[in-house]
């Protein structure tokens, strides 16, 4: 309920917002049946739109848009929600009538809110459920970050804010960002439960409410229940009204929604045969005509406007609050309360009969306030001043970061040392230095910081944390290469183990330039095959658009003794199939250094990308590089020949990251028998694979014929060549190269389960060793 503090807004305005709440509704149901029954559809396919799903919050979004938003605060707008969000938009001057008409159409406005593909102000796109709720939790972490690195004053700061639908709850992912938010003492976020208490498929389980409101409470969330509007509180107060209001609370989630969608009537009949013989119970219920008795049951919080005006404009404190809003879906559609209406839509009688009913003028459909002509001016003027119409674009710019450049980039010159390593200190050199690179880099790990060889990174730089902490071990003299300390200045959020928190922290850190106008270079360590674990996220996180560095090590089969459930297989795919994302697997610490370098100047740019670097704890002996031999654009390109073959050669040996020694251990081998072979290194399958796609897409499209990078450099190869590749890793990553220049192809690579070995017993047993790659050269010359 409404703290005692609570700030009213006037009756005057109290109804301006709710002409402005019957457009929105008007407009959001309007642009669902437009783009389902009027635009032409040419492919038969039901185009959708949630028209239930977006009437039960849209009297939350009016009283948060219209008068509670300030032009700092961030929000993430409930997936299904999206059409009630771009009528709100268009009601501010923030979208057009022609967005609209193509909703879910090329183009147009998208089903679900996306700030990569909406051409209105979207701050965090949602589609895959539960993520966008926890976006807002990591985006006001990296808000106090940078409120307490004095880069951000505080009246630039704002609320970061979910709009989420009940059945969010069910992901997990919601739990795992809860407790990150605790431990780290979550600040300005809120989080505004559509709870409808239904799900797509049926009604959501009636104990759920109480364990939620524990949740909360438990970490550090103050939560406030918005159950009753002001009418059933009235009511409440009548004689009668204790008896109708235990009834209420008692009344099963699947009762209460069938009731809704039956009207009035049937509350009545239902109503007198529970509770008709207590006191009072009839006299008040005959208080109500039919219509007005349906209306007073479904006068729900969450669809009270002057009841959520007043709750939220009460609040006045930093700490984060939950706002579970009881709605009903579909509210003041035909399909009100149906268990089925997640997906419903309705037929055109029924939209005709909505249209009849707001009064609006046919062929005046997308023309706001087209019902309330004597009242538009008004509204119009009222827009203005609304506080959250004063931000220009909820997209700020930050300048781009000067990268050290190649003569001053940390390069360690160990003779032998593995990738782990060498970033490992590349990160403790870039610590050491005074640049505004390192300045700006943030780095987080799920609680395998010194695993993946960042403690050197920390323990310049420090752990973030709002309340400092001093390192006990080293007060109390007990010997760590470790040092961790945090404080307020610190440089590294350290987290538990959830990788969905890892990927949801890195796109909230990769956003910081476009949210608040001060650019983070986000560097995050895991173990690579645990991306699997937080995938959707790491999806999500690339829609955003958000840039960061992922460095995912070790890898492979090639962390022998650790066995296969740490031994990753299939990641070099995802990193080549995942949109936004540019997949690196160097094998030598000079390509590790240039691909580092070249990645943090790749993220800045504005078609640019995220880094995704697989790295391996493998020891390597170090190559020279002659001078003519070394070309950072081939290798930041994706491949370069190691060993040039002649012109015309018949064999080239390829291969990617750690299997590196033994690929040149079998060329060594096979000259005498195949001269002027060649052998390729690939640290970047994604980026040759990407650029040879393109000149396919240009060929077939404008034929365009510029061979690509990778066809230039297999071109010096006779047209019957055998390739042989190699990866550890799937085959795949590799096997298309075949197709290039329709060169035969024999691959090798990781295709099942690994398990614990030495790594020359793995390598025999999988046949990716020296032997392997030697005679699958010679099969190549022999198999059909």
Not at 30 to 46: C, Q, S, V
Not at 411 to 423: E, G, R
């Amino acid at each position: 309920m409404a703290s005692a503090t609570s700030r009213p807004v006037s009756a005057d305005e109290l109804a301006t917002l709710d002409l402005l709440y019957q457009q929105v509704q008007w407009l959001s149901a309007w642009t669902i049946h437009h783009a389902n029954n009027i635009r032409p559809n040419e492919d038969g396919l039901k185009v959708g739109g949630h028209q239930a799903s977006s009437a039960s919050l849209a009297a939350i979004m009016c009283a948060l848009y219209f008068k509670v938003l300030n032009p700092n605060d961030r929000i993430a707008v409930k997936p299904h929600a999206s059409p009630v969000f771009h009528a709100i938009q268009y009601l501010l001057g923030r979208q057009s009538r022609e967005q609209l008409e193509q909703f879910r159409a090329l183009g147009g406005a998208q089903s679900y809110p996306s700030r990569t593909k909406d051409k209105d102000d979207v701050d965090f796109s949602t589609g895959s459920v539960g993520l966008g709720a926890a976006m807002t939790l990591f985006a006001s972490l990296v808000q106090d970050h940078l409120l307490d690195k004095g880069v951000l004053a505080k009246e630039d700061a704002g609320r970061m804010i979910s709009l989420l639908g009940d059945a969010e709850l069910d992901e997990g992912n919601i739990y795992e960002a809860l407790i990150e938010g605790y431990k780290h003492g979550l600040r300005n976020c809120w989080w505004v439960i559509d709870y409808n208490r239904q799900s797509l498929d049926a009604i959501t389980s009636d104990r759920m409410f109480t364990r939620f409101h524990d949740i909360f409470e438990t970490t550090g969330w103050k939560v406030i229940t918005l159950k009753y509007g002001k009418l059933l509180q009235d009511a409440f107060t009548k004689p009668g009204g204790e008896a109708l209001r235990a009834w209420i609370d008692e009344c099963p989630n699947d009762l209460y929604s069938a009731l809704t969608y039956k009207g009035g009537a049937a509350w009545r009949a239902r109503l007198l045969a529970d509770i008709g013989k207590k006191r009072g119970v009839k006299a008040l219920l005959n208080g109500y005509d039919d219509k007005a008795l349906g209306a007073l049951m479904t006068n729900l919080g969450g669809h009270d406007l002057e009841l959520l005006l007043e709750t939220f404009l009460s609040i006045d404190s930093d700490q984060p609050h939950c706002f579970i809003c009881y709605t009903v879906k579909g509210r003041g559609l035909p399909f009100e309360g149906h268990k089925d209406n997640h997906a419903g839509l309705m037929n055109p009688s029924q939209m005709a009969d909505l249209q009849d009913r707001m009064n609006i003028p046919a062929g005046q459909e997308w023309v706001p306030f087209a019902g309330m002509p004597d009242k538009a001016d008004a509204l119009n003027k009222y827009l203005e001043t609304v506080p959250f119409n004063q931000r220009s674009s909820g997209r700020k710019t930050a300048p781009v970061l000067p990268v050290p450049p190649k003569e001053s980039f940390p390069c360690p010159a160990d003779k032998a040392t593995s990738t782990q390593v060498a970033f490992g200190k590349i990160m403790n050199a870039l610590a050491k230095s005074e640049t505004a690179l390192a300045d700006h880099i943030i780095t987080t790990s799920p609680d395998v910081t010194v695993s993946t060889n960042l403690g050197g990174w920390v323990n310049q730089r420090g752990i973030y944390s709002r309340e400092g902490h001093t390192d006990t071990f080293k007060e109390q003299q007990v010997l760590s290469p470790q040092i961790w300390q945090s404080a307020t200045t610190g440089q590294h959020m350290e987290l538990g183990i959830a990788e969905n928190n890892l990927f949801l922290a890195l796109a909230a850190m990769g956003l910081s330039g476009s949210l608040f106008g001060t650019r983070l270079m986000p560097v995050g360590t895991l173990y690579d095959p645990f991306i699997n674990r937080g995938l959707d996220a790491l999806n999500y996180a690339c829609y955003q658009d958000s840039r960061f560095m992922l460095v995912a090590t070790p890898s492979g089969i090639t962390l022998a003794p650790e066995g296969g459930a740490h031994q990753s297989i299939h990641t070099p795919v995802i990193g080549m199939a995942q949109d936004k994302l540019v997949y690196f697997e160097p094998a030598y610490v000079d390509e590790l250094s240039a691909i580092m370098r070249r990645g943090f100047e790749h993220m800045q740019k504005t078609d640019g990308d995220s880094i995704y670097l697989r790295l391996s704890t493998r020891v390597l002996e170090q190559v020279e590089r002659p001078d003519d031999r070394w070309e950072e654009e081939m290798l930041v390109g994706g491949a370069y020949w190691q060993e040039q073959p002649e012109e015309g050669a018949e064999l080239a040996i390829i291969y990617t990251g750690a299997v590196a020694p033994e690929a040149k251990a079998a060329f060594d081998s096979i000259l005498e028998d195949v001269p002027g072979a060649g052998l390729m290194a690939v640290p970047s399958p994604d980026q040759v694979h990407k650029a040879w796609s393109k000149s396919i897409r240009d060929l077939g499209a404008d034929n365009i014929n510029e061979p690509c990078h990778i066809r230039q450099l297999l071109s010096r190869l006779s047209p019957n060549a055998k390739l042989v590749t190699v990866i550890d890793g799937a085959p795949t990553t590799l096997s298309w190269l075949g197709s290039v220049c329709g060169h035969r192809v024999m691959p090798l690579g990781i295709d099942r389960f690994g398990q614990s070995g030495s790594i020359n017993e793995l390598y025999r047993e999988y046949r990716i060793g020296t032997d392997a790659i030697v005679d699958a050269c010679a099969s190549a010359f022999t198999a059909r």
